[in-house]
């Protein structure tokens, strides 16, 4: 296995991450701090500021756009609205910059590489039609809409998907929508246009084939942002996440993804790389985390002693660069047997890494924290942004639970198969 980046995924490596020291970091914090103040004096904080969308100019004009778009479907899209060379990238070469996107909030969005908007474009692209790429693809990776994912629900337990219970009935050449929806990010964003919206079918089929995934155009009648939901009490602005009502929403038959039925396939077919971009960015935000902690530890003095030399904190040091080390090695190797078996071959490595970069982020940044005492868990540094983030993401895409049932079942069919 090689995990070295191809000449010109460490070349894209090198200039995001000038763009990030140059351009991003000297306003992010003041950025947020706006947002902050908005929301406190009960103001529009949804919209984004202008200084977001120079951002967005100024990377598009860098040629660093659209990063995620994989090597196997980009073609033409990839010269349209992609980065410089005209072509994707494999999960292994876009690993690496997923991580340095990781260390910023706002640099997925500037470079057009957020969820859900990057998932739900693989999904357009590997799983639209021509017609649903035309109107929705298109304006999605030139940055001009953005998009939201309808799949977890308040009244069962989403952690095992079959049990979905909101409903996408056909009735001739239309499908209808009905059920409730949560967690649905990207919702509060003023330009989300679109939706993909997961729902039964077939109920009596075999269990990963009752779903179905339709394309609903977020002005539809019977679509109903019920309430904004905050995630530890930070509501995620401009994107946010929200509870969704769909009454009776009916929407063409030609907005079906793949055909009825068929959701589960494409589910899977989504979280695989989306899995490796949300974890090496979690090792980003894990080396930030990391990097502060050493940084204060240095600069500040306690007990005549600089803090990294006070209660077992060099210690702590070295078991942080071990574990992130580890993770993104684990995280690489699920990127390289993507790339060379594809998502099935890949199950247990994908779920490993799902497992174990979250809590190994939490872990290292939860010592940050530590590090800075009460400042650690204020808004005067982005640690306790940085916590919640990695803390919500051991439940989004799956919780820890079913990613380590998965693993443990790939591991028990080598020896059963043989009994």
């Known amino acids: 296995m090689d995990f070295a980046p191809s000449a010109r995924a460490a070349d894209l490596v090198e200039r995001v991450g000038r763009f990030m020291d140059e351009e991003i970091a000297p306003v992010e914090a003041r950025y947020h701090r706006e947002v902050a103040a908005l929301r406190d004096r009960g103001e529009d904080a949804w919209t984004p500021l202008p200084l977001l969308a120079e951002l967005r100019a100024k990377a598009r004009g860098a040629g660093l756009w659209n990063l995620f778009l994989p ?3 980009a073609s033409a899209y990839a010269e349209r609205f992609g980065t410089d060379g005209g072509t994707g990238l494999s999960n292994t070469d876009y690993a690496p910059i997923a991580e340095l996107t990781g260390r910023s909030f706002l640099a997925p969005h500037v470079f057009n590489c957020n969820a859900p908007d990057s998932g739900n474009m693989e999904v357009l692209l590997q799983y639209g ?18 998009s939201a994912f309808a799949m977890t629900e308040p009244e069962v337990a989403s952690s095992d998907a079959t049990n979905m ?8 050449d239309e499908v209808v929508l009905n059920g409730r929806k949560w967690w649905t990010t990207g919702i509060g964003h003023p330009d989300c246009a679109v939706i993909l919206f997961m729902g039964s079918t077939y109920p009596d089929a075999e269990k990963h084939r009752r779903h179905t995934m339709v394309l609903v155009p977020r002005d539809t009648p019977g679509v109903r942002v019920e309430r904004m939901l905050p995630a530890m009490g930070r509501y995620d602005e401009p994107f946010g996440h929200g509870e969704l009502s769909f009454t009776d929403v009916r929407v063409p038959a030609a907005n079906i993804l793949l055909g009825p039925g068929r959701a589960f396939e494409i589910a899977q077919g989504r979280l695989g790389p989306g899995r490796v971009h949300h974890c090496m960015r979690l090792i980003g935000l894990a080396e930030s985390a990391l990097e502060a902690a050493c940084r204060r530890g240095l600069e500040r003095t306690a007990f005549g002693k600089p803090l990294v030399n006070l209660g077992g904190n060099r210690e702590r040091i070295a078991k942080a660069r071990i574990a992130i080390d580890s993770a993104r090695l684990l995280v690489l190797n699920a990127a390289w047997k993507l790339d060379t078996v594809g998502a099935l071959g890949a199950l247990s490595e994908i779920s490993q890494i799902k497992a174990q970069v979250p809590t190994v982020a939490q872990e290292v940044i939860d010592f940050a924290m530590q590090m800075h005492g009460g400042a650690g868990v204020s808004d005067d540094f982005p640690l306790a942004a940085a916590w919640s983030t990695a803390r919500a993401i051991r439940l989004a895409d799956g919780p820890d639970e079913v990613h380590l049932g998965m693993v443990a079942r790939v591991e028990l069919a080598k020896y059963a198969a043989g009994r």
């Open 71 to 73: 090597a196997a479907h």
């Open 129 to 146: 039609n021509q017609e649903q790429r035309d109107r929705w693809l298109d304006p999605l990776l030139d940055g001009t809409i953005r």
């Open 165 to 172: 219970a909101a409903t996408a009935e056909l009735d001739g």
